[in-house]
């Protein structure tokens, strides 16, 4: 497994952008599969990107969000544009071996999560 820690969130006004970091610990990153998960109080936690060889991305967030990732900085990140108050959420950050997955069940790794809100 790896270590998370997620930075970048806070508080922005609609149509505002974001970028997000994920540090990770450990000499194998570039194995494992990247992603940004979200979640608000009393809801599931909701898939939004993921990275490996290629890019996923949840309907909601594509065309705003970008994700990316850069091996030698062990780090990922998301970068929000045009953020809408729907997306204010505890974001984090999510490391797994599966290829190409959405389902949080196939991340072993997590990171303790960054605040976004956005107001209208």
């Known amino acids: 497994q790896v270590q998370l820690v997620e930075s970048g969130g806070g508080l922005v006004q609609a149509g505002d952008s974001l970028r997000l970091s994920c540090a990770a610990s450990?000499?194998?990153?570039?194995?494992?599969?990247m992603a940004w998960f979200r979640q608000v109080p009393g809801k599931e936690r909701e898939f939004v990107a993921a990275?490996?060889?290629?890019?996923d991305y949840a309907d909601s967030v594509k065309g705003r969000f970008a994700i990316s990732r850069d091996n030698a900085k062990n780090t990922v990140y998301l970068q929000m544009n045009n953020l809408k108050p729907e997306d204010t959420a505890v974001y984090y950050c999510a490391a797994g071996l599966v290829f190409r997955t959405r389902d949080p069940r196939n991340f072993g790794s997590w990171g303790q999560g960054t605040q976004v809100t956005v107001s209208s």
């Open positions: 450990g000499r194998t990153f570039s194995s494992y599969t």
């Open positions: 990275i490996n060889w290629s890019t």
